[in-house]
């Protein structure tokens, strides 16, 4: 039964038009296209077909009365129209967030869903943490957003996951970060490479081969050029690439070296194809922070996987050192 508090209360102006002609699905769908700038993008991210997610638009406008979006080359952007729906979709899913939280911290962590957001390297840490979470809490959900750190800092900006995982937190910034576990970075080369095998090599000479390096928006990139500048001369940039995936495959192809975070050599280990290399002020060590914006308030289940994965990083560091005893962490 309701409590006499809430049956005193002024009963509340229901938008009766909107409850019977828009769905949820429809502003979910809206939301992510306004936010994306991209029909495309916006059907990627909710793993719909393009012509659905532009019927779904199409019956929202209708119902709205209005234009929603105007097309600008291959993005399209918000109508006036739009752009006052985008702000209502956004309180809208504020709510239904805290409830769901709420619904779920009631429920004493029975069942639920944690939203994770991670730069790419991290993807070769986080499953196995995540495995073992899981077998924990056998009614957990999990969804995981991998991208390079330029995206994931939109998505923290916009508070659209529960925790992050970064590879650095911006200075001045209203972020709560968590120092989470080491990710050295360090240089690599085919096995039959001529300086495999010798030591303290110097920057200088490290500059005289080419190089393979991250795109644009990665932190390994920013992380490298700095030292590089700071030690010698820049070493000759022979391509880019956006994955580690295919920077192992140019290495042992012999197109180049290339510094990679060492935890994308676990599966391989030290006996696989690539070597690491020797080289004065490498590796370049680096921290992976578990971030949320200051202020959050925590769900259960988010709140569980970060102790969980603070309380699990001395037994992961034991294992890089036992998998690498040549470097020094």
Not at 107 to 128: C, D, H, N, S, W
Request: charged share 25%.
């Amino acid at each position: 039964m309701l409590s006499d508090d809430i049956k005193s209360l002024v009963p509340i102006s229901v938008p009766e038009y909107l409850i019977r002609h828009t769905t949820l699905r429809q502003l979910q769908i809206f939301e992510a296209t306004a936010r994306l700038g991209s029909f495309t993008r916006a059907a990627e991210e909710l793993f719909l077909t393009q012509p659905t997610i532009s019927m779904q638009v199409k019956k929202l406008s209708d119902s709205i009365g209005m234009p929603l979006f105007e097309h600008a080359g291959r993005s399209v952007k918000t109508t006036e129209a739009g752009r006052e729906l985008y702000d209502s979709c956004r309180k809208i899913f504020d709510v239904l967030a805290n409830l769901e939280i709420k619904v779920s911290d009631l429920q004493g962590m029975r069942r639920g869903r944690l939203r994770l957001a991670v730069i790419t390297t991290v993807k070769y840490f986080l499953p196995e943490l995540l495995g073992e979470f899981c077998v924990k809490h056998t009614g957990i959900d999990m969804a995981l957003k991998v991208s390079n750190r330029d995206r994931i800092m939109e998505r923290l900006s916009r508070d659209e996951d529960d925790l992050y995982i970064v590879g650095a937190v911006p200075e001045d910034s209203e972020i709560t970060a968590y120092s989470f576990a080491p990710n050295p970075l360090v240089v690599v080369a085919p096995q039959d490479h001529p300086l495999v095998g010798q030591r303290n090599i110097s920057i200088d000479e490290i500059a005289k081969h080419p190089f393979i390096e991250r795109e644009s928006g990665s932190g390994t990139r920013d992380a490298v050029r700095r030292m590089f500048s700071e030690m010698g001369p820049l070493p000759k940039i022979k391509m880019e690439l956006g994955s580690n995936e295919a920077i192992k495959h140019a290495v042992v192809a012999g197109l180049g070296l290339a510094v990679m975070s060492l935890h994308s050599l676990t599966l391989d280990g030290p006996k696989g194809p690539l070597a690491l290399l020797n080289v004065e002020g490498f590796p370049i060590m680096r921290q992976w922070y578990i971030v949320h914006p200051k202020g959050k308030e925590l769900s259960l289940i988010a709140q569980a996987f970060l102790d969980y994965a603070l309380e699990a990083v001395p037994e992961k560091r034991q294992k890089m050192i036992d998998n690498w005893p040549m470097l020094e962490f």
